[in-house]
């Protein structure tokens, strides 16, 4: 981009400028063009504009950055104005989504808060035209950094990129302060340990001992907004260490059945290789294996999870304990009724067998040597002629045997679809040789196998 069409200076910030690091330089020259034409604009006004929070932290380790957010001068009414496109989506807090192309940007008006009476949002908002004040409220030095674009310098009064040179996470200001005006700091700070790549970072004395004692802080804040950190922290790379300390810490408490700094063998779990290829959702249920289905049921919905997260999590939890029988029949309906997740099934099984896990709907004897074979057995199973769905409808059974529309019809095909996938049948007349060698009409019909897993 030519020197012309690079953003005019902006209101200048009431913080000490520093020169930025070459990687961020680097970021700044590639930012698209709509970010610049709102930097221009609000220059244009006699506003300030800087980058701030997550993605000058992300743009300073060097890496994605996913989401960008500034930080003006202007109060949010005379932002709206300038950008008349512009969407309101927080505006009581100085917040508001700017258009920038086939993207949004959200843009917050400096100001300061207080009285954080509930332990989750200030009473109070006053509007300013001080970064600095600004950066004082924020939680983390790492997240109290700012980046003037138009000048291509960083603003870093709280030295969050010393900080980050030493793998440290430290609060702005008293680490007691900070995470007692909102206990969802508290998820967020172990979420920040978790620095992919580069491992774990540790906290600094004072906020590792203000995080043990407002653990009970997170009773005040909403289910859905500890859902959303906690699955972060599920996601990351390094969960099995961030968890742990979790554990330790009496965090997990808070928010999980049981007591965990003593569930040793599920904490062991995490760390085996196979962990690292399940998402945050499979491991969640792997932590609550031990849990009673009625505990992790009342534990999901207390958390706000989607239907569809709860009855995957439930699903997984169900099948616990359970294993196919070793033989290409019985493995392919394993394969058929879990498709993709069948081989993640039998990498479930072997971590818990590996550290003596025992679900809470039993557990078969075998150990997890007999599960890598099964994980070797699927591997080797060619797919089937036919692939998975049934050859036969109801008509066609209906007329080879006379029965109408009703619960028998359906049992017994199900029967048949399940033959099919057992011995790999490839036409509809062996489909029909297995019905004539079935006694189904001395049988009750309640009795019939189903295409199921665990049966």
Request: aromatic share 8%; glycine share 8%; with cysteine.
């Given at each position: 981009?030519?020197?012309?069409?690079?953003?005019?200076?902006?209101?200048?910030?009431?913080?000490?400028?520093?020169?930025?690091p070459?990687?961020?330089?680097?970021?700044?020259?590639?930012l698209?063009?709509?970010?610049l034409?709102?930097a221009?604009?609000?220059?244009e006004?006699?506003?300030?504009?800087?980058?701030?929070?997550?993605?000058v932290?992300?743009a300073?380790?060097?890496?994605?950055?996913?989401d960008?957010?500034f930080?003006?001068?202007?109060?949010?009414?005379r932002?709206m104005?300038?950008?008349?496109?512009?969407?309101?989506t927080?505006?009581?807090y100085?917040?508001?989504?700017?258009?920038?192309?086939?993207?949004?940007?959200?843009a917050?008006?400096l100001?300061?808060?207080?009285?954080?009476d509930?332990?989750?949002?200030?009473?109070?908002?006053?509007?300013?035209?001080?970064?600095?004040?600004?950066?004082?409220?924020?939680?983390?030095?790492?997240?109290?950094?700012?980046?003037?674009?138009?000048?291509?310098?960083?603003?870093?009064?709280?030295?969050?990129?010393?900080?980050?040179?030493?793998?440290?996470?430290?609060?702005?200001?008293?680490?007691h302060?900070?995470?007692?005006?909102?206990?969802?700091?508290?998820?967020?700070?172990?979420?920040?340990?978790?620095?992919?790549?580069?491992?774990?970072w540790t906290?600094d004395?004072?906020?590792?001992?203000?995080?043990?004692?407002?653990?009970?802080?997170?009773?005040?804040?909403?289910?859905?907004?500890?859902?959303?950190?906690?699955?972060?922290?599920?996601?990351?790379?390094?969960?099995?260490?961030?968890?742990?300390?979790?554990?330790?810490?009496?965090?997990?408490?808070c928010?999980?059945?049981?007591?965990?700094?003593?569930?040793?063998?599920?904490?062991?779990?995490?760390?085996?290789?196979?962990?690292h290829?399940f998402?945050?959702?499979?491991?969640?249920?792997?932590?609550?294996?031990?849990?009673?289905?009625?505990?992790?049921?009342q534990?999901?919905?207390?958390?706000?999870?989607?239907?569809?997260?709860?009855?995957?999590?439930?699903?997984?939890?169900?099948?616990?304990?359970?294993?196919p029988?070793?033989?290409?029949?019985?493995l392919?309906?394993?394969?058929?009724?879990?498709?993709e997740h069948?081989?993640?099934?039998?990498?479930?099984?072997?971590?818990?067998?590996?550290h003596?896990?025992?679900?809470?709907?039993?557990?078969g004897?075998?150990?997890?040597?007999?599960?890598?074979?099964?994980?070797?057995?699927l591997?080797t199973?060619?797919?089937?002629k036919r692939?998975?769905?049934?050859?036969?409808?109801?008509?066609?059974?209906?007329?080879?045997?006379?029965?109408?529309?009703?619960?028998?019809?359906?049992?017994?095909k199900?029967?048949?679809?399940?033959?099919?996938?057992?011995?790999?049948?490839?036409?509809?007349?062996?489909i029909?040789?297995?019905?004539?060698?079935?006694?189904?009409?001395?049988?009750n019909?309640?009795?019939?196998?189903?295409?199921?897993?665990?049966?």
């Amino acid at each position: 981009m030519s020197d012309r069409d690079w953003p005019n200076p902006a209101l200048e910030a009431d913080v000490p400028a520093l020169e930025c690091p070459p990687n961020v330089i680097d970021w700044i020259g590639k930012l698209p063009k709509p970010i610049l034409e709102i930097a221009s604009t609000v220059a244009e006004h006699g506003g300030g504009i800087w980058i701030v929070g997550g993605a000058v932290r992300d743009a300073c380790l060097g890496l994605e950055v996913h989401d960008i957010d500034f930080a003006v001068s202007l109060e949010p009414q005379r932002m709206m104005e300038i950008f008349p496109d512009s969407i309101p989506t927080g505006i009581d807090y100085g917040t508001i989504s700017l258009r920038g192309g086939e993207q949004f940007y959200e843009a917050t008006t400096l100001r300061t808060e207080s009285n954080y009476d509930d332990g989750r949002r200030p009473e109070q908002v006053d509007w300013g035209v001080s970064l600095s004040e600004d950066l004082e409220r924020r939680d983390f030095t790492i997240n109290a950094m700012a980046i003037d674009i138009a000048r291509k310098v960083m603003h870093d009064p709280h030295h969050g990129l010393q900080d980050m040179e030493r793998g440290m996470l430290r609060a702005v200001g008293q680490a007691h302060r900070r995470i007692s005006e909102d206990g969802l700091r508290i998820l967020r700070a172990y979420r920040f340990l978790d620095r992919g790549k580069a491992g774990v970072w540790t906290f600094d004395f004072e906020l590792s001992e203000a995080l043990r004692q407002n653990s009970h802080m997170l009773k005040a804040v909403t289910h859905e907004r500890i859902w959303m950190e906690w699955l972060k922290i599920l996601n990351g790379k390094n969960m099995a260490q961030v968890v742990e300390k979790m554990a330790h810490d009496g965090v997990l408490d808070c928010f999980l059945p049981g007591e965990w700094s003593a569930q040793h063998l599920r904490l062991a779990a995490l760390y085996h290789p196979f962990v690292h290829d399940f998402n945050g959702l499979t491991r969640f249920a792997l932590l609550l294996a031990e849990s009673f289905s009625i505990e992790v049921e009342q534990s999901l919905v207390e958390l706000k999870l989607s239907k569809k997260e709860r009855t995957y999590i439930l699903d997984l939890h169900e099948r616990f304990g359970t294993l196919p029988v070793d033989s290409r029949a019985s493995l392919r309906v394993f394969r058929a009724v879990l498709e993709e997740h069948a081989e993640q099934h039998l990498k479930l099984e072997v971590v818990l067998r590996s550290h003596k896990i025992s679900p809470s709907m039993g557990s078969g004897s075998e150990d997890a040597d007999a599960v890598y074979a099964l994980l070797e057995a699927l591997e080797t199973l060619t797919p089937l002629k036919r692939g998975h769905d049934s050859l036969i409808d109801g008509h066609w059974l209906m007329e080879r045997t006379g029965l109408g529309k009703g619960r028998a019809l359906g049992r017994l095909k199900a029967w048949l679809h399940r033959l099919q996938i057992e011995r790999d049948l490839d036409t509809s007349a062996d489909i029909e040789t297995a019905l004539c060698s079935l006694h189904w009409t001395e049988e009750n019909h309640m009795d019939w196998p189903q295409l199921q897993f665990p049966d």
